[in-house]
């Protein structure tokens, strides 16, 4: 018999599917310094306030001019009913990082780019993607270590505990005093 885990599930997200190459890409380590997707999705970041819809487009256009990225079709399978067709990237970008390109561009198309994100841990740094519109780490154990670092949560802790052994002694004392007239009947 396998032991389940409840924080474990089987749900797929709108979105989620897309963004897989993408975060596979941002979280690889070799990567280039100054890697275009990267530098798309922080300029989509500080949008409107510090860069503008005229910034996205034309450095999005000067990356396509510079790598000279399109799409080509390849056809796999032809009956005469059906052709299978797959859409290879063509140009001189790494097949993963135009790939990772398109699926950002089909994401920020389909208004999830912002659930792109880095994780909100200081000096974690793993690039995922947001289930939720409020999820800002990219692991449970991220959020943990996050909140057990904060002051407040300390004291919280701190105090909740303080408690807890304050009331398990008044149990015991109630405990060992019944135990005690019991013992003399």
């Given at each position: ?92 970008m790494d ?26 841990k200081p ?33 919280q802790r ?28």
């Amino acid at each position: 018999m396998t032991k389940r885990q409840s924080h474990v599930h089987d749900r797929s997200y709108f979105g989620e599917f897309d963004s897989a190459p993408l975060i596979a890409w941002l979280n690889a380590k070799v990567r280039p310094k100054d890697d275009p997707v990267e530098q798309l999705l922080e300029m989509n970041q500080r949008l409107p306030v510090q860069s503008t819809e005229h910034d996205v487009r034309s450095y999005l256009a000067q990356i396509v001019r510079r790598s000279k990225l399109a799409v080509a079709p390849v056809l796999t399978g032809a009956t005469a009913r059906k052709w299978e067709i797959d859409w290879k990237l063509v140009g001189n970008m790494d097949s993963r990082q135009g790939l990772a390109l398109v699926r950002m561009l089909h994401l920020a198309d389909q208004g999830l780019i912002e659930r792109v994100r880095k994780c909100a841990k200081p000096g974690c740094g793993k690039w995922f993607f947001a289930r939720f519109k409020h999820q800002l780490f990219d692991s449970a154990r991220c959020q943990q270590e996050t909140f057990k670092q904060d002051p407040a949560w300390k004291k919280q802790r701190a105090d909740y505990m303080r408690r807890l052994r304050q009331e398990t002694k008044l149990r015991e004392r109630r405990w060992l005093r019944t135990a005690k007239r019991k013992g003399r009947k």
